[in-house]
């Protein structure tokens, strides 16, 4: 698969299929918010590199990452670190994903060919969405492509990874009662880290918390938050630094960012108003996907009740499958909730990025409880 990946993306250098790439093919074509975005993260990133932190509208995460990166190549703009990004991202970033993917895959699914196919998916879905954006006649196709290649200035990407491996962390060490201090911090730390990059990210941290607590993980459970809180801590700090309030992100200040919001902390990304508006942007723009979607949540549902259901099972075998069900659901839930409400996000797929994973290894479930129901037909 990682092999099959590094084809992709070398054919995505020369234009195969095209998609009007630039820069001999490092350089998507395209504006609209990737353009600002880009000058975001560097700015940030460059005053970082310089020791002299900005008021920014980005979370620090990504920008940490692209301080060394800017500092060690003398970079005074996005464009001259593009081809860096584009080789770690598209590359490695993608390629440590699809090992992820298809490792957590295995720790839930228990079948290795099922994991394979979960890794091959994921490998694939990019060129999935070409495909059908582009029969759709969707009219931000080449921009959505491009963004699920990770190719892209943005911090998706590394977002992405560190939360696939945070979750891995806790349903690897889960199986195998791992759950130690040690893994627990660990488990923290990365998953903050993750948050440090994508905000969205720190509600998976409550959720992991409740894990524990239910797991009976007491001990564990604190070293889980104070990980978390330490490496997270440097966003309140400068948040508090330069918008006065530890909860006060840059992007919802306006002379920052233009939203307008000033300082509320949820800054109206919750409203039912924005849940209408997301799929009156799907009818819109993706009308055949009105239909297909209540296929989908059937499926996912199965999977879930497949995985969920402790009949036929151990009772220790039913509890540990319900648990890791539940950490699917929510892992899905907890990304896809939040942003159908951030209506700001609605119209770029790659937000949803962070719950691709359990929504194929969900999916698999579902197929194979659907294969299942054969017996009785």
Known sequence: MVILRFLMVILLTINIPFTDMRDNGFRPNFGGSY??????????????????????????GYPLFLAPIIYFTGALGPEDIVKI??????????????????????????????????????????????????LADFPRWIPAFHYQMWVNIGADYLSAV???????????KYNSNGLNLFFTSATGAVIAAAALTRVA?????????????????????IGFGLAAFLVYLPQWVYNFYFF????????RIQELSGHGFETK??????????????????????????????IIIVILILGFWKMFSPYGRSPEGGKQEKIL????????LLNVGFYIFFVDAQSQLRYFIPAIPPLIILSMSGIIKIYDFRRFL
Do not use: C, M
């Not at 006065?244 to 992007?251: D, E, H, K, N, V």
């Not at 990304?269 to 993706?286: K, T």
């Open 162 to 172: 560190l939360l696939y491996f945070g979750f891995y962390l806790l349903i690897k």
């Open 85 to 134: 990004v584009f080789i770690i991202q598209a590359f490695l970033f993608f390629s440590l994903a699809i090992v992820l993917i298809a490792l957590i895959s295995f720790e839930i699914l228990k079948n290795r060919k099922v994991s394979i196919i979960a890794a091959a998916l994921f490998t694939i879905y990019p060129y999935l969405l070409f495909f059908i954006l582009k």
């Open 265 to 294: 902390i949820l800054g109206g990304w919750f409203s039912f108003d924005n849940v209408a508006i997301f799929f009156e942007r799907i009818l819109l723009n993706l009308p055949a996907f009105i239909w297909i979607l209540p």
């Open 325 to 332: 069900a539940l950490v699917l659901g929510f892992w899905i």
């Open 35 to 60: 353009f600002s975005d880009e000058v975001h993260y560097f700015e940030l990133a460059d005053s970082f590199a310089k020791f002299s932190p900005v008021a920014n509208v980005a979370n620090i």
């Open 201 to 221: 990210n720190i509600l998976y941290l409550p959720l992991i918390f409740l894990v524990l607590i239910w797991l009976k993980k007491y001990r564990e459970s």
């Open 244 to 251: 006065g309030s530890p909860f006060t992100y840059g992007y």
